[in-house]
């Protein structure tokens, strides 16, 4: 203890605390302190990019999940649409189908309606021809006839005969 | 068969060795004298070296008596402030005259002599003469000038290193950083706690690295001791004193005086006992401190001093060995007891600011 004390150096001490706290002051304000801030700054800017880099995961999941229900209720929407549009094809084409039929139909009447009366009319004419030719035909072999006198009483004879049975 | 040349080349060399032993045994009786005076040389040179000294000596020519190195300013304070070169001491060979006093080295202290410089002792062999009060900056002085600069430019690059490179240090700085913050993560915050940690961080730093830089400079040849010279540790520790008591809280002065939770009577007799912890705990780091740097200069020079007294020729490739050795415990104790001395503090500090948790 003697030797401890004897060794004691006042200057030394005086030195030695007036070195030490001008060091610390200094210090404080030129490195500690800024280098504190730097380190802390930099400790929360990892941490909120890791926190944000969190929420960007989170946030794309959710996109996935959105994109996800997006893409179904397309697909189901377009299922939907596929299915009205085959069922609306064939609806025109039975539509068309029964159109096109009756349409047919009418037609295929109208052809016999026109056939039927083109007949009637041809019949009609060939019953005038026919009326006329055998009227030309019966004034020739009248003609012939009526030159004999009896031949034109049997001829009206049997004419009115042929008359009573029409 | 490997085995076996090994042990042969042992036999064979402690053979060599107890016969250059016998031969060694002769020459020992006439050397014994000269050896006595070298034994009080390395002894004398050793408790030179843990002192402080008035100049700054690399080593020294004993023939030609030149001492290598550069004197100091001597600033003493003896009814005016007068200030000389240590030159004038001539390494404490001659007396030092300075405006009509004469002041002479002795011991490394000066003293008031007259013109011869005639020294009185008392019956313990103590100097009488007056001490006028000194102020040198001595060999300590300038080492802890020298590393507190150091320490200034290390940590000032380091705090610019973030600005000029987006906050991650460069060169030295990444080196530094991980102690910076090994002192915040394991000393402060776990000591003091997360919310008043701040406040002390520029004291525990600077007292880390100072610390930790002093012991390692003392392990250099430049041959300095500061963190062994009980000044300095004083110094270290009256800081680490005042601070705990001047930002101390209610609840530490209440558990020093009026203990909670305890008799009455138990608290009366507690207060002096607390008391006493409050001076033995920074003594405690002043002591601790001091001691190892000491012992370990101490060791480290009387093993250095063994290679020159070793009589047997494998005596100083031991010694060099050993010195190695203990060369690399000692630059752990360099970091160890600057980390302890940090860490003490730190749960100094965080028991002055611990709250109250009944």
Redesign the interface.
Known sequence: MEKLINDFSFGLFFWQILLFVGLVLLLRKFAWKPILDSVNNREEGIKNALESAEAARKEMQNLQADNERILNEARAERDGMLKEARQLKENIITEAKTEAQTEADKIVAQAQATIESEKKAAIADLKSQVAGLSVEIAEKVVRRELADKDKQLALVESMLGDVTLN | MQKISVVRIFMTLALILTSLNLVAKDAEKVEKEGNEDLKSKIEAYRDHHL??SHDFTFFSDEETGKHYGFPLPI?LWDNGLKVFSSSKFHHGETVAEVDGNYYKLYHS?IYKTDAEGTINYDEDHHPTNAKP??????K??VS??FI?SL??FM??S???S??KNN??PTGVGRFL?PL??FV?DEIAIPNIGEKKY?KY???L???FF?VWFLNLLGMTPVGVNVTG????T???A??TFLITNFTANKNYWGHIFWMPGVPTFMKIVLAPIELLGVIIKPFSLMIRL?ANMTAGHIVIMSIIGLIFLAKHWLGSPLSFGLAFALSILELLVAALQAYIFTMLSALYFGMANEEAHH
């Open positions: 002192q402080d600033i202290k009060l000194d102020f040198s900056i001595t300590n002085v802890m000038l507190a320490m200034f940590f000032r380091l705090a610019k973030y600005k906050g991650i950083e910076v913050l915040r701040k961080m520029s004291f730093l600077t007292i100072f010279n009980i000044a300095v004083f110094g270290l009256l800081l001091y």
